[in-house]
């Protein structure tokens, strides 16, 4: 499923390469995300996953190839790139919280500064995010006092605050401790199933079963192969997908 209805995709990678240094870490990457699709990226770690996700909001620039987003190039700079990444939600495996704003201020704050709109109905609106996401009785609370797994959450709501056309999550869960993972994951379920377009960094291969209109698998910089999370999981085409999946899903 790479075109949705028919309407052109969200985003759309054409010939990406990217290096740091002599190191080339994305090598000719062809990809499309359809609106409304969740796309599950996994694979061996040091494969480009990351780098994958940090390009389409150019938070890294790429060597060569091209970036469409909405039918639109890439800007490189400026207020086009503010206005692309306030339209791209991310969520890292680090929090990214500020520590001396509460969790609504959190949630607040780009709204607010970035799309202009009135205290009183950011605040208004980072309370249903916080409900959504479960957290709306820690609203008044400052991050050192939640939870990873919380912490994580007000990440999620705080994208989702922009309003974004798209969320993209860097291994969301890495860093939590396994009783977390899953509160996190039913909020991306619950993200997937109302129709948001999600480019997922994963290991967590439940999720993709489940969550995932498509698996992408990633390794030394290349997408080696792709399909539905039933057909890439039961009948893998590669040996490289195959190899990985027998160390993962063994253990």
């Given at each position: 499923m790479t075109e949705a209805g028919g309407s052109s995709p969200l985003v759309k990678l054409e010939a990406v390469n990217k290096h740091f240094g002599t190191l080339h870490v994305l090598k000719d990457?062809?990809?499309?995300?359809?609106?409304?699709?969740?796309?599950?990226?996994?694979?061996?770690?040091g494969g480009g996953k990351s780098t994958l996700c940090r390009v389409i909001n150019r938070l890294?620039?790429?060597?060569?190839?091209?970036?469409?987003?909405?039918?639109?190039?890439?800007?490189?700079?400026?207020?086009?790139?503010?206005q692309?990444?306030?339209?791209?939600?991310?969520?890292?495996?680090?929090?990214?919280?500020?520590?001396?704003?509460?969790?609504?201020?959190?949630?607040?704050?780009?709204?607010?500064?970035?799309?202009?709109?009135?205290?009183?109905?950011?605040?208004?609106?980072?309370l249903e995010l916080l409900e959504r996401v479960g957290i709306a009785s820690q609203a008044?609370?400052?991050?050192?006092?939640?939870?990873?797994?919380?912490?994580?959450?007000?990440a999620i709501a705080r994208a989702l605050?922009?309003?974004?056309?798209?969320?993209l999550f860097d291994e969301p869960t890495s860093a939590l401790d396994p009783e977390m993972v899953q509160e996190v994951l039913d909020v991306m379920v619950g993200l997937a199933s109302d129709g948001m377009t999600m480019l997922v960094v994963?290991?967590?291969m439940g999720f993709a079963r489940r969550a995932a209109?498509?698996?992408?698998?990633?390794?030394?910089?290349?997408?080696?192969?792709?399909?539905?999370?039933?057909?890439?999981?039961?009948?893998?085409?590669?040996?490289?997908?195959?190899?990985?999946?027998?160390?993962?899903?063994?253990?």
């Open positions: 990457i062809d990809l499309s995300v359809a609106r409304g699709e969740v796309v599950v990226v996994i694979g061996p770690s890294e620039a790429i060597d060569s190839g091209g970036i469409t987003f909405d039918g639109q190039a890439l800007p490189a700079e400026g207020k086009a790139l503010a692309l990444r306030s339209e791209v939600g991310m969520v890292f495996q680090s929090f990214n919280l500020f520590s001396h704003k509460t969790i609504l201020e959190n949630v607040t704050l780009g709204p607010i500064k970035v799309r202009g709109i009135a205290r009183q109905q950011a605040e208004q609106r980072g008044a609370k400052y991050p050192a006092q939640l939870s990873g797994g919380q912490q994580q959450r007000v605050a922009m309003d974004p056309k798209m969320i994963t290991h967590e209109d498509r698996v992408v698998f990633m390794a030394d910089g290349q997408i080696v192969e792709e399909s539905e999370p039933e057909a890439f999981f039961t009948q893998p085409k590669s040996d490289r997908a195959r190899d990985f999946l027998s160390k993962i899903l063994t253990h």
